[in-house]
């Protein structure tokens, strides 16, 4: 009797006590996420993305519009389409100029990124690998130096190339680009968690030369991270303006950001280059574009490499 009374108690007791509010959840990559922290993040990402999508978006709609239609009509909305006059002004005008731009940026971009990258392998490959006094002093400096702005730099820089000789040249632009301090420090994040000393010992070992094990080993395996260095040098070339707008005086060496930002300030006295700037900074995004879709699966990897290894 005394049992069936605590039983008929707890279960009264269990009855008055209001159910507990459940936490609604979800799962992404089989670990539970707070369904609210979800809906957060998905508005900030939704955000995020209109910021830079809108201006996308705006730049395709005004580059298939007439000089006239540019600004009498609003600007998210077509007009009569010009888009195919558009770009055969913009490649007619000035004897093709713009595509003289195209061909100097992708010479910058492409060269200058691929040795930028062998540059900063070889530097974080050499901090990763070997001991040596003021490494750790010669590691805190490379970092301090992000700290300091690319404009603070470009006058003295200019001041130097012109010291050299080397102002107004591809050298010009192409020497400067190799000092990258942001990949010297991802090459040596890379290099510590893909080389593994003892390989690199075993290496010496069998009678490999430091080279030779640098570019049979040290090169594929930092090759993901490699690609992500490539890629923001490649980006950070692209979208270069104040040096280049120092070091160049010759019209036929300019990249694009230089040439189409003299046309947007020339336009406010030659009318028809307003439509030729918008068409093209459409068309020079193109190549970034490319470049982005074509090396995602290396650098999506390549960013989470250093977080993920010890």
Not at 138 to 154: E, F, K, Q, R
């Amino acid at each position: 009797m005394a049992s069936d009374t605590i039983l008929l108690d707890v279960e009264a007791s269990v009855a008055t006590v209001p159910p507990r509010a459940r936490k609604r959840t979800s799962f992404v990559n089989g670990d539970r996420v707070s369904r609210g922290w979800m809906v957060v993040v998905t508005i900030v990402m939704v955000i995020a993305a209109a910021y830079f999508l809108i201006p996308v978006l705006w730049l395709v709609v005004a580059s298939t519009k007439s000089t006239g239609d540019l600004f009498s009509t609003p600007g998210f909305a077509f007009a009569d389409p010009h888009f195919i006059e558009n770009l055969v002004a913009l490649s007619t005008y000035d004897d093709g100029i713009f595509w003289r731009w195209g061909l100097n940026s992708i010479i910058y971009s492409v060269i200058g990124s691929a040795f930028t990258t062998l540059v900063c392998a070889l530097t974080g490959y050499a901090l990763a690998i070997y001991r040596f006094r003021g490494r750790n002093a010669l590691i805190a400096v490379i970092l301090a130096s992000l700290l300091v702005p690319g404009t603070v730099i470009a006058q003295p820089t200019y001041v130097l190339l012109v010291g050299l000789g080397l102002n107004n040249t591809y050298a010009g632009l192409l020497l400067p680009a190799l000092v990258y301090p942001f990949g010297v420090l991802l090459s040596f994040i890379y290099a510590q968690s893909a080389v593994p000393l003892e390989l690199v010992e075993a290496a010496r070992l069998d009678g490999a030369g430091e080279l030779r094990i640098f570019g049979s080993i040290g090169l594929r395996l930092m090759g993901t991270g490699l690609v992500t260095v490539l890629l923001f040098a490649f980006l950070g070339s692209w979208n270069s303006y104040i040096l280049p707008l120092l070091v160049l005086n010759d019209q036929e060496l300019m990249p694009l950001t230089v040439g189409l930002t003299g046309w947007s300030q020339a336009s406010i006295t030659i009318p028809g280059l307003q439509i030729l700037t918008v068409v093209g900074s459409l068309v020079s995004i193109i190549p970034v574009a490319i470049v982005f879709v074509s090396l995602q699966r290396f650098w999506r990897s390549g960013l989470t490499a250093g977080s993920v290894r010890g």
